[in-house]
Each structure stands twice: as structure tokens, then as C-alpha cells.
């Protein structure tokens, strides 16, 4: 079987007016429609409740979605459901896991506004990245989809006369999805589509605060033909993560979110309790303190916009966000001014609005951080700029640009994930890439420069996972920018990339001996 | 109107405009100093290496910074022509970095000069005059930064200012040009400006119009009092497709107002190499009908092909986008005789203003407007100063109006400028490059 080679979603071309005009009734059915009902969703079986309440971070008394938490119970009837279910799933001809991967993408083609709806409303996404978000989401199906008939072909290993060898990868069996809030659609699914497109069974725990957009990708998975056994929805707290994590029926534990919830999760599954044939294999995708170096001769008309877009899009809230500037020292102070003013005219509001720069972090917690950090800035250092008018409801942090801090400030070292740009001076590159491999994080790198010795030399040196050279450092697109970090930003896989679908798999050769008395079959 | 018929006129008239082109420059890419660009117009990967330098000048910090850069461009042409290979041996040493930073350096501000007539208004008079006496108007277009600021907004605003108080001042002691006055539509400023909307905000974004607009509104108001007051042309630019319905709409939008109903003289900006641009003629028309009817100078509408055809591929590309520009330049073409034509039968309404440096596409203009019943003052033609001067003299040596647009600013600014110029100066398809490799007069006549 071959399909028609992979080609990324188009986004919506938002420069055009008549599609912009289609947003607002997205929006308008969307609220129409009331808050979504979430199931815990294991099997046939939906469990509805309010134990969860999502709502909209710009307007906290909207709520989104009310949703069950899953129990112990919930947790033990999935994982023997998803159990019971690997052996028929893993056995289903590739061709036919493909086609169930692709039907559930066109769904969420079918429905892209509606999706980007969701988001807009339940994470404060806006609408640009909203629906970059759903076409990324469809990008993970098609993409995986592809990749894993690929895989079904095996490897091609030397042939001598009288053995016959073959290699192939199998379904390791059960795989945790544990997702973040921030890319509510595309990562669960992408890690989902992954693990099942591979013939893994699937457990999804997605994050207490994007319930709804979870369901809405379980019931496109499901209505596309993945059997309810081998794909079920947990949605709850941490200790429901915790829980799968820790379940000797789990092979492989497919994980985005924070630091300190990664690096549990890797000591967790280390563990080998009585009753586990296996080891655990953990894919983490986790945080950063992403870094962009700007050389004496970059192009600031370029620098700005893309700093600016790197660090507040979304409110800085994207793991790959730019949160240090490492700047050359011929051009720091202009870069700053100019950087401030572009920062000082940041329209911060609800997300649903197109001219909004900048919306709300994702809840009270996130904002009170934000501020935390902003005023260690200002006590330690400089804050150069504030985007002026913030509203006053909601979970709102203000976007800012610090300087002057001084080294080991909290404000250089630990993951702010939030509108809070730190701009330092350095000698020059060299330096720079200094700092970059002083940090224990390797994400995302920026670099602006425009000898191409520099760039050859920064590529050389830098730990990074994914460098971006004179652009901007978010937007991976899959199959262009596979995406992952590495050092203890995560376990160094990429997303959307050749390599990915070999983490849910378990590679095994067979060599047999063809040659019988003499006679070689 | 018969098609032979005005293929006819065309050929004749065309016939004509080449003869008139000044002989030592009918092939301008002929010149001594040009090798660095004739050479880079048959190697891709030179080219790019050449762009790249060009565009990093201003950011080098000394003449061995600036060689350092220009032997990193170099060093990845796979296969380096002979005073490539002479520079990379000279980027080998200190001393022999500082010479070829120096000679580099001249290299590119004697190019920059070219295209950039002047550091300001003030010092960019003497050549604005010079032009004039030739029989040439002028427009002038500052150069800058890009704005990401409030106050980068206003700076650019304020040198706006200047200039709208600089140009007609001076514009008056010039002697009387009656071709370049006044048209069937009455007095034509001799002071033009064109200005960028972009850089009169920091606010535009391409999925939301309506900030930037009412931003840049509040600057361009004050410019547009400015210019009738002082009797000059205001001329808005077009940039990429990310801001042009936001542009189109701003300028119809303000130039409809009761304000600015008895002036000033005002024009936009319609690129043919777009493939929805008779719809953007549509609403120009619509508008010209509508709230534009009773403004005292007909709007003027620049036709250009468009400067940013690769950027718009990119992007579109990018995006999964179809491309909103005709991919093959015959259509782009095509599409400007056509838009020539709607053009020049609703002169009256507007002003038609052909900007090209093609001789088919100008001699096309002339014979259609001829051919129609049209003065022949009703037509203007502009031409980029540093590219289409030859043809700016042809063209008045017809006894038609003629103006260059003529950039001004300093080094800086004006390199992404520049370089733009030099990737249209090179392109395969340009018709320059048609007329550099000489090209015969029919061909380069030759119906797209």
C-alpha cells in the first residue's frame, strides 16, 4: 500500500478577510453548544462527572468543560482493557492501523474551526495558534500514519546462502499518554497516533486543565475505527498520571510536560516490581530555558519581530518559547530600546480577538509565577518594558523585557513559561555558547547571525535539540522541524520525525537456516 | 480597438522609445564597475554570496569584518570564478582583509549610490533638480529601519514631515516643465512623496488589520494636511500581500473623507503580479465612482509588476498556500497590459501612472492610450532611478511625462532596498537583463 507522500496542513491564510470572518461563528456554535461533558472513557464505558471544571483563562467564570476524574478503578479497568486489547490491535495488517490514523485526521479536518474553538476557549489559545495547533494534530496522523507502514516493511539486513534473516519492529503493548495543556490537541495526538499507528494500545491521561480538548480527540480517534479497548481517556489530576507511571502493565510511558514531572516519571519507570517481564521505556519531552544568541551583525529589523514573536506568541507559554536573549555587546543597548518599544505596544486581551498580541496564561497559579519572576527582575535588575494596558480579569500576566540581572538570578536559570523575556550582554559568541552550556536544559536555540563561520561554529558547539538560525525559534512543523531536546529536556526523540516511531517498538531479527542436508530451500 | 492595430502602434512606438534610449547606456549592464553583477547574474550561488555581503555592509564593524564576511560568503560557491578565488587568497592575511574590506566597501557604497540619490531631502535637491531639467519628475521614498516602535513610527513620520516641507519649497525655484505640470486633470505637484503605511506603525499584523490601520491613520492624516497645504503629491507604497488590503483600504478610506476632498494629490499602488489585482482595480474603480467621486485631483494609480514576487512564493510555500502571484512572468505581463488598458480608459477618474523598465509594457501603454483618443500627458510613466534611467529619457524625449522614483536615506536603510533592486537587476527573466545581453528591439517588443 502507498499513499500520497506526507505534505503538512495548510493554515488558515488569516491575511485574507473572508477567512477571518468565519471565526467569529466558529466561536459563536462553539458557545452555543454549552460546556462539554467529559467522561472518564474506558472501553464502552462513560463515566461522566464534575469532579474537573475547565474554563476559559481570560474569563474564569466561563466554564469550558466539566469533567469525571478517573479513580483507581478507572486506572486498573483501562489498563486491563488496554491489556487485553494489545495482542488484536499489534496483529492488525499496518495497512489497516493507517487507514484508521488517516480517517481520524480527515475528521479533524472536518472539523478544524471547531477544534481551534475549543482551544481558543478552554486554553486561551489564539486563534492563529489554535488552528495551527488542529493541522498539526492532523500532520501527527498523516505523518505516523505513513511512517508506520514504513516500518511494517522492515529492515533490509545481508542475505548469505543458506539463512534467510529478517527484522522487524513490533508493538511494545501498552503505552500512557501523559499530555500538557498548551498544545491541547496536537501533542496527545501525536503521541497517541504514534503508539497506536505502531500497534500499541493506549491509556490517555491528558492535563487537568484541557479536558475538553482530549475528549474531542478520543471520539475522532475512536469514531475513525481504534477499538474502544485500545484506546481509553483518563482525565484527572497528577496522581492519575502517577498511578500509570507506576502500573507493572505499562511498557511505554509517552510524556510532555514540566521538568519536574519528567524526571519523576524517568525515576518511576526504572523501577522493575515483581510481575513486570519488562522494562519501561519513557519518552519524555520536557522543559526549557530557551536561549537566542544575537551576533554583532545581526539585522535588528529582523531580530525584533522574531524575538517578540518567539518569546510573548501565546504568552510565552510553548515549551520551545525564547526566555533568554544572549546578546553581543556592540548592539545590546539599541537591541533592548528597540526591543522594548516592540514590547511596550503588545495588545494583551482575550484570545479570541485577532488583534490581541498577547492572552492569558493558562491559570491563576501561572500568572502569580509570572509576576513572581518579573518582580525578582526588577529587584535584582532592570525592567526595560511593560505592555501597558492588562486586564484586570482573568488569568493575565504582563508581558515584559528584563535586563541587567545578574548571573544565577532565577530569572536566567528556571523555566518561566511565561511572557518574561531576560535580555543579557555578552563579549561575544563565544561567550554566549558559554552560557547556553551552563544550563542543564537543551531545547530550543536561537541564533542571529550572518557569517556563515559564526553559524558553523554555533551549530558545532551548541547542546540544543532544535536550532533555529534568523527566525524565529517556535513553529516546528512536523516532517520539516522534527522536535525534541535534549540534556534534561528530554530523552532527545523527535516529534514529527523519521526516527520517532522507533521508541514505541521493539525490534526483532529472525534468522532462519534454509540449507538442509545440502539442499537450500 | 483592433489587437493589430495597436500591435501595430506599439511596434512603431516602441521602435521609437529604442532609438531614443542614450546610446552609451542602452546596454546598462555594460559598465565597468558592473562586472561584480554580470558575474553574479550567471551564478546562482554567487549571487547569493554577493546579495549576502551587500546586505550585511552596514552591520560590519571594521574593514576586516567586513572581509571576514564577504570571504564567509564566498567560501561556499562550489565552484569560484577567477576574482573570487582572488579575494578568498586575500582574506588569508590581516593586511590583505583590510584591503579587500576597503575594496568592498567601495564597492558597495559606489552601488548604493546609484540607487540612493541623496543621505536626506535636503542633500538629495541638487540631483531632484538635475532630474527636473532633464525633463524627469521625481518621487522621493525614505528609506529606514523597519518600524517595530512607537517611536521608530514617529521618527519616520516626522522625517515625512520634513520632506513634504523640504521638497516643495525647493520644487518652486525650478524652472517650468509644462510636460511634467499638468495633465487633461488639471496642476500636477512637482513635489511628490511615497510613503511606507508600515513604517508609520508599529502595529500592522496581517490577521488583524483594523489596530494597525487606526494607528497609521492618526500619522498619515497629519502628512496628508501637510502635503496639500504644501501643494505635494502624497503617494502611498505598496509592500507585501501581508498588508495590502489593510493599505488599500486605509488610503481609499482617508482620501474619501470630507477632509481631504479638495486635496492633496494622492495615489496607491496596484501590482500586477498579483493574481487578484483587476479585482483590486474593481474596488479602486468602485471607490473612484463612490466616495472618491468629488475629490478635486483624480486618485493616481501606480502600476507596477511588484518587488516582492519571491517573498510571496516563500510564504505561500511555506504555508501550503497557493501563491498569490502569477508563477510565470508572461502572465505577470499579461496582466499588466491589461491593467494598463482599464487604467488608461478610466483616466479622468484616475491617473494612470505605468511604472516599468520594459519597453513593451511602456511603448503597450502609449499606443493604447494614443490609439484610444487619449492627450498623451493623460499617461505617466515612472521609472526606478538607478535601473530605468536610460528608458526615463527615452520616454521624455517623447515629450511625456516621466518620474523616478528616487530613494533616499542613508547606507543602512538602504540596503534591503538595494538588494531587492539587484535581485530584479538579475534576474533571468528581467528585461534588463533581455536588453544587457542585446537583445534585439523586436524580441524585446514581442507580445508576452
Known amino acids: 500500500m502507498s499513499l500520497p507522500p506526507f505534505a503538512n496542513e495548510p493554515v488558515l491564510e488569516l491575511r485574507r478577510a473572508p477567512v477571518r470572518a468565519g471565526l467569529a461563528d466558529a466561536l459563536r456554535e462553539h458557545d452555543a453548544r454549552g460546556p462539554l461533558e467529559v467522561p472518564v472513557w474506558v472501553g464502552a464505558d462513560k463515566r461522566s462527572g464534575d469532579a474537573l471544571v475547565s474554563t476559559d483563562p481570560g474569563t474564569p467564570d466561563r466554564v469550558v468543560a466539566t469533567s469525571a476524574a478517573a479513580t483507581e478503578a478507572d486506572v486498573d479497568a483501562a489498563l486491563a482493557g488496554a491489556t487485553g486489547a494489545a495482542r ?46 488542529v493541522c498539526e494534530a492532523i500532520d501527527f496522523l498523516e505523518y505516523y500514519a505513513r511512517g508506520a507502514l514504513e516500518l511494517a ?264 513559561f511565561g511572557p518574561l523575556l531576560a535580555v543579557e550582554r555578552v563579549r561575544d559568541v563565544e561567550e554566549a555558547c558559554d552560557r547556553v552550556d551552563a544550563s542543564p536544559f537543551g531545547l530550543t536555540g536561537g541564533l542571529f547571525a550572518r557569517n556563515p563561520d559564526t553559524v558553523d561554529r554555533v551549530v558545532e558547539r551548541t547542546p540544543v535539540g532544535n536550532l533555529y538560525v534568523n527566525r524565529a525559534v517556535t513553529g516546528a512543523m512536523v516532517a520539516r522541524q522534527p522536535f525534541g531536546g535534549n540534556r534534561r529536556s528530554g530523552t532527545g526523540t523527535k516529534a514529527g520525525g523519521p526516527a520517532y516511531l522507533l521508541q514505541f517498538v521493539e525490534p526483532q531479527v529472525v534468522c532462519e537456516n534454509t540449507m538442509r542436508h545440502g539442499l537450500v530451500v | 480597438m483592433r489587437e493589430a492595430a495597436l500591435e501595430r502602434e506599439l511596434l512603431e512606438v516602441g521602435r521609437r522609445l529604442h532609438a531614443a534610449l542614450p546610446a552609451a547606456t542602452r546596454n546598462p549592464l555594460a559598465a565597468a564597475d558592473e562586472k561584480a553583477m554580470e558575474l553574479a547574474a550567471q551564478d546562482a550561488e554567487l549571487k547569493a554570496a554577493l546579495f549576502r555581503f551587500v546586505d550585511v555592509v552596514p552591520a560590519c564593524r571594521s574593514l576586516d569584518d567586513l572581509a571576514r564576511h564577504l570571504t564567509g560568503f564566498l567560501g561556499e560557491v562550489e565552484s569560484p570564478p577567477p576574482p573570487v578565488a582572488v579575494a578568498l587568497r586575500m582574506g588569508a592575511s590581516r593586511a590583505g582583509r583590510k584591503a579587500l574590506g576597503a575594496a568592498s566597501a567601495a564597492g558597495v557604497r559606489h552601488m548604493a549610490h546609484r540607487f540612493i540619490i541623496g543621505e536626506s531631502p535636503q542633500a538629495a535637491l541638487p540631483t531632484l533638480r538635475g532630474l527636473w531639467r532633464d525633463g524627469v519628475a521625481s518621487t522621493v521614498d525614505l528609506l529606514g529601519e523597519a518600524t517595530v516602535t512607537e517611536a521608530e513610527a514617529e521618527r519616520y513620520a516626522a522625517r515625512c514631515e520634513g520632506a513634504l516641507a523640504v521638497l516643495p519649497a525647493a520644487a518652486r525655484e525650478w524652472s517650468e516643465r509644462p510636460a511634467l505640470e499638468c495633465d487633461g486633470a488639471g496642476a500636477l505637484p512637482r513635489a511628490n512623496l511615497s510613503v511606507k503605511v508600515s513604517a508609520l506603525t508599529p502595529l500592522l499584523r496581517p490577521d488583524a488589520p483594523a489596530r494597525g490601520q487606526r494607528d497609521a491613520a492618526e500619522r498619515l492624516r497629519p502628512l496628508l494636511r501637510s502635503a496639500r497645504e504644501g501643494g505635494a503629491h502624497l503617494h502611498i507604497d505598496m509592500e507585501s500581500l501581508d498588508s495590502r488590503d489593510a493599505v488599500l483600504e486605509l488610503v481609499l478610506e482617508l482620501l474619501g473623507e470630507e477632509e481631504f476632498r479638495a486635496g492633496p494629490s494622492a495615489g496607491m499602488v496596484l501590482q500586477a503580479y498579483l493574481r487578484d489585482s483587476p479585482e483590486t482595480l474593481d474596488a479602486v474603480l468602485a471607490w473612484a465612482e463612490g466616495a472618491g467621486a468629488g475629490r478635486a485631483h483624480p486618485l493616481t494609480v501606480r502600476l507596477v509588476k511588484g518587488a516582492y514576487w519571491d517573498h510571496e512564493v516563500v510564504e505561500a510555500a511555506q504555508h501550503g498556500w497557493s501563491a498569490p502571484v502569477f508563477q510565470e512572468k508572461a502572465d505577470s505581463d499579461r496582466n499588466f497590459e491589461e491593467l494598463s488598458r482599464r487604467l488608461i480608459d478610466a483616466r479622468g477618474r484616475l491617473r494612470p501612472a505605468i511604472a516599468s523598465h520594459n519597453l513593451r509594457s511602456v511603448a503597450h501603454a502609449i499606443a493604447y492610450n494614443r490609439l484610444t483618443g487619449g492627450d498623451p500627458l493623460d499617461v505617466e510613466y515612472q521609472i526606478l532611478r538607478g535601473l530605468g534611467d536610460p528608458i526615463a529619457q527615452a520616454i521624455a524625449a517623447l515629450g511625456l511625462r516621466v518620474r ?8 543602512v536603510a538602504g540596503m534591503s532596498y538595494l538588494v531587492r533592486r539587484l535581485l530584479e537587476n538579475t534576474s533571468n527573466d528581467s528585461f534588463l537583463a533581455d536588453q544587457a545581453k542585446g537583445v534585439g528591439v523586436e524580441e524585446l517588443l514581442a507580445a508576452p
Open chain 1, 88 to 133: 488484536a490491535w499489534g496483529n492488525r495488517p499496518a495497512g489497516e492501523r493507517a487507514d484508521v490514523l488517516r480517517r481520524a485526521a480527515a475528521a479533524l479536518r472536518e472539523r478544524r474551526l471547531e477544534l481551534a474553538a475549543l482551544e481558543v476557549r478552554e486554553c486561551a489559545k489564539p486563534w492563529p495558534e489554535a488552528d495551527a495547533d
Open chain 1, 153 to 416: 516493511e522492515g529492515a533490509e539486513l545481508l542475505q548469505v546462502p543458506g539463512e534467510r534473516n529478517t527484522m522487524a519492529w513490533r508493538p511494545r503493548g501498552v503505552c500512557a499518554v501523559i499530555s500538557p495543556w498548551n498544545f491541547p490537541v496536537a501533542i496527545p495526538c501525536g503521541m497517541a497516533a504514534a503508539a497506536l499507528g505502531t500497534g500499541n494500545t493506549v491509556v490517555l491521561k491528558p492535563a487537568e486543565q484541557a479536558p475538553g480538548c482530549a475528549f474531542a480527540l478520543v471520539r475522532a480517534l475512536r469514531e475513525a475505527g481504534v477499538p474502544p479497548d485500545a484506546l481509553a481517556l483518563l482525565p484527572g489530576e497528577g496522581e492519575v498520571g502517577a498511578k500509570l507511571v507506576r502500573d507493572p502493565r505499562v511498557h511505554t510511558i509517552a510524556f510532555t510536560g514540566s521538568s519536574a514531572v519528567g524526571l519523576e516519571i524517568v525515576r518511576a519507570a526504572a523501577e522493575t516490581p515483581d510481575g513486570q517481564p519488562h522494562l519501561k521505556r519513557v519518552i519524555a519531552e520536557m522543559g526549557g530555558k530557551n536561549c537566542v544568541i544575537v551576533d554583532a551583525d545581526a539585522d535588528l529589523d529582523e531580530v525584533v519581530p522574531a524575538l517578540v514573536k518567539s518569546a510573548f506568541l501565546y504568552a510565552g507559554q510553548k515549551c520551545s518559547a525564547a526566555s533568554r536573549v544572549l546578546c553581543h555587546a556592540a548592539i545590546h543597548d539599541g537591541l533592548v530600546e528597540r526591543l522594548a518599544g516592540a514590547v511596550s505596544v503588545l495588545e494583551v486581551g482575550q484570545a479570541e480577538f485577532l488583534d490581541v498580541d498577547v492572552p492569558p496564561v493558562i491559570e491563576r497559579e501561572a500568572a502569580e509565577r509570572v509576576a513572581r519572576y518579573t518582580e525578582q527582575a526588577e529587584g535584582t535588575g532592570r525592567i526595560a518594558a511593560r505592555a501597558r494596558d492588562v486586564p484586570a480579569e482573568g488569568w493575565f500576566a504582563t508581558p515584559a523585557v528584563a535586563t541587567e540581572l545578574p548571573a544565577g538570578s532565577p530569572v536566567l536559570e528556571e523555566e518561566i
Open chain 2, 404 to 411: 523616478a522614483y528616487c530613494p533616499v536615506g542613508d547606507l
